[in-house]
């Protein structure tokens, strides 16, 4: 197993050269081109900031303006939710490779994975731009933390990734499935709310638990808020929690590995 | 040296029950996800095969469909694992399995010559170094900035050729893909293969184009049921293998003879004594089927080969006899035995009867046995049926059998037409042939 591990660095330059291959093709063909890998987040977050500023105004103090606000939490999220919808699918979709080729199968939902994470870094300028614009300067210091979380959640989807890419060829449900499961976990993540509402403290245990809490969180604390990181701690263990997670995830993908080339 | 060696290997399909349609959900109220993922059915697509493919040697695997050959072919690849046994292969494997596997359709040919070449093992830098053979390789080289979406099937198949054999493997793995380009492009890919085998690397090809085994491969091995029922010299192969097929043949024409005798019987208006006597109004357009008085009766046929054996299947310049077991149920003096050969298109290759070659009937009674034999089949290859009767001379049908027997004529020439001539080519010296030629 820790061969195939290594294996998977072997692989970074057909990893990078799918997940260009995907960035390109997505928006071959249309006018607006690579462009839209900006507009989209930007109209995403005109459209947050119009819901909660005039439709269904939001003044709780500390979260002004509403729209940056949950865009800092949106934004990760959409990378994740998108990776775990797409992975899930990826060796389905790839089955013509891992059939007819000799073809390292991980390398599918982790493109998907990273394919998104490029969308999500698109999408960081403007969020910087606006969270300077409304006046919320994020602290250099804090901003170092910035990587590392992105590091965090990047190894925790992955390792989500292949378990999900892995089960769903045998269990197509999956797909259905999480879709559900993704929108339940969205609301029950303190993103669109923030994580110091009275009512999201008396569950304080509750949200803990769940992982994705930690990740807004940091980003909420690290861009948003003023003020140095106070969640560093949930983020480092998490961190270790997702290596452990990825380590077992490739260890069930590697047991799975010889059904797939059948299955699929 | 052995580039593949596999050694008594066996490849075990599970048919999951249903699993195709289980869900997460029951599997998990029934507690059943073990279970589940436990086989309910098996199919053994290779049973205990062994062979080992020399480096630098082309070898084949011959076999009908369905016999195990691509299982093979994946076993060797790597994509799938044997059940049992082992599977050993040395060096860098290309497969041509599928062609342009993992082509995407929006980008440009270029960009997929890249990726593609990553996918099979190549770095970008190598890549650079032959993109250029690569697409003259495949004939692209104006189209090769346009999205593969656009691409003819040729096109692309063309391309995903060019790439997969420009990895330079040490072992390449061949799958019917020859069949990919005009005349042109397939010589080029044999040039192509023969250029490997000068530089000592090893080819494995699964194939349906047996001249192709017999021509090219050193060595050929021949699955029947995902087991090897022959294995070494090609051409002793493809003989045992050809043999095997028409054996196959041989049944199902002789099905099909036994069919349509027994249909012909089964439309006999029920009442004994009173066959069917009119023949159909238009002689030309009747299907098959059986018809007359039966005052005479063909009870019985046969079809012998050169070598006096009942058969179905025939060779191009064989001995062929029919025999006819007639039965006169009262003596008569007015009779004649007509025949009519047809090929599958129903055009009449050949008829004759007794009356239009002067024999002037005598008499006839009891049991009697008429045999026709034809000293040279000299028909190409086909599907061919025979119309057998006996009727007075004004035509009247005593017993009629209308295209009720079937046959197969087989020939290793890929002539065409109807009738083979017998023929020779002359030549003047200044006219000269590699080979003698197949010497028909």
């Known amino acids: ?264 | 040296m052995n580039a593949i060696e596999l050694a008594n290997v066996s490849k075990i399909y599970r048919r999951y029950g249903g699993k195709q349609f289980a869900t997460l959900k029951s599997a998990l109220l029934q507690r059943s996800l073990l279970r589940d993922l436990r086989p309910s059915e098996t199919f053994p697509a290779l049973t205990d095969v062994s062979f080992r493919v020399p480096k630098g040697s082309t070898f084949a695997v011959i076999g009908r469909n369905g016999s195990g050959k691509s299982t093979a072919l994946k076993l060797v690849a790597g994509i799938t694992k044997p059940t049992a046994g082992s599977v050993r292969v040395e060096g860098r494997i290309s497969a041509l399995i599928e062609l342009g596997a993992g082509f995407h359709p929006e980008i440009s040919g270029r960009e997929n010559v890249f990726i593609n070449g990553i996918m099979l093992g190549l770095t970008k830098r190598q890549i650079h170094e032959r993109f250029d053979d690569i697409v003259d390789f495949a004939e692209l080289r104006e189209f090769i900035d346009a999205p593969v979406k656009t691409y003819s099937s040729g096109m692309y198949m063309r391309l995903g050729f060019a790439v997969a054999i420009h990895v330079e493997p040490d072992v390449l793995l061949v799958v019917e893909v020859l069949a990919v380009g005009d005349e042109g492009f397939t010589h080029k890919c044999l040039d192509k293969f023969s250029e490997f085998r000068r530089r000592g690397k090893t080819v494995l090809l699964v194939t349906h184009s047996l001249g192709l085994v017999e021509n090219l491969c050193d060595d050929a091995v021949w699955l029947e049921g995902g087991r090897v029922q022959g294995h070494g010299d090609p051409k002793r192969v493809v003989g045992a293998y050809l043999t095997a097929v028409e054996e196959g043949e041989q049944e199902l024409m002789a099905a099909t003879t036994a069919k349509a005798v027994e249909e012909a019987e089964a439309e006999q208006p029920a009442e004994a004594g009173a066959p069917a006597v009119d023949s159909p109004p238009n002689m030309f357009q009747a299907a098959e089927g059986r018809w007359g008085s039966r005052e005479v009766e063909i009870v019985d046929v046969a079809l012998i080969d050169g070598k006096g054996e009942p058969s179905f299947v025939f060779h191009t310049g064989e001995r062929l006899e029919i025999r006819l077991k007639v039965r006169a149920q009262h003596p008569t003096d007015d009779f004649a035995f007509g025949i009519g050969l047809f090929n599958a298109d129903g055009v009449c290759c050949y008829g004759t009867n007794t009356f239009v070659e002067e024999m002037d009937p005598e008499r006839l009674s009891g049991d009697a046995e008429v045999t026709f034999t034809i000293d040279s089949l000299d028909l190409v290859e086909g599907t061919y049926k025979l119309d057998l009767a006996v009727h007075k001379r004004d035509g009247y049908p005593y017993d009629y059998h209308r295209l009720l027997y079937t046959f197969r004529v087989k020939s290793r020439t890929r002539d065409v037409g109807i009738y083979r001539p017998p023929h020779r080519w002359t030549f003047s010296p200044t006219v000269q042939f590699k080979n003698p030629g197949s010497g028909l």
């Open chain 1, 1 to 264: 197993m820790f061969a195939n591990l290594n294996n998977l660095f072997r692989y970074r330059g057909l990893i990078w050269s799918l997940v260009t291959r995907d960035l390109k093709a997505r928006y071959r063909g249309s006018v607006l081109g690579f462009f839209w890998s900006f507009v989209n987040p930007l109209l995403l977050l005109l459209i947050y900031s119009f819901i909660f500023t005039k439709v269904l105004p939001n003044e709780t103090k500390g979260v002004q303006p509403y729209g940056v606000f949950m865009f800092c939490g949106i934004l990760p999220w959409t990378w994740f939710a998108t990776s775990l919808t797409d992975a899930s699918g990826s060796l389905i979709a790839g089955g013509n490779l891992i059939k007819k080729v000799l073809f390292p199968a991980e390398v599918l939902p982790l493109v998907s994975v990273l394919a998104n994470m490029a969308h999500f870094c698109f999408g960081l300028p403007i969020l910087f731009l606006f969270l300077i614009v409304s006046g919320h300067y994020p602290d250099a210091l804090d901003l170092v933390w910035f990587p590392i979380a992105v590091l965090v959640q990047l190894v925790f989807t992955s390792g989500l990734a292949l378990i999900l890419a892995a089960l769903t060829v045998h269990f197509r449900d999956i797909r259905d499935l999480l879709a559900n499961i993704l929108t339940l976990w969205f609301f029950a993540t303190p993103i669109i709310y923030p994580v110091f509402k009275p009512e999201v403290r008396q569950y304080k245990w509750l949200f803990d638990l769940n992982p994705f809490t930690h990740l807004a969180v940091s980003y909420q604390e690290i861009l948003f808020f003023n003020g140095p990181i106070g969640h560093w701690r949930w983020l480092l263990a998490l961190g270790v929690a997702s290596l452990l997670l990825f380590v077992a995830a490739y260890w069930l993908f590697d047991r799975l590995r010889d059904s797939f080339a059948e299955a699929v």
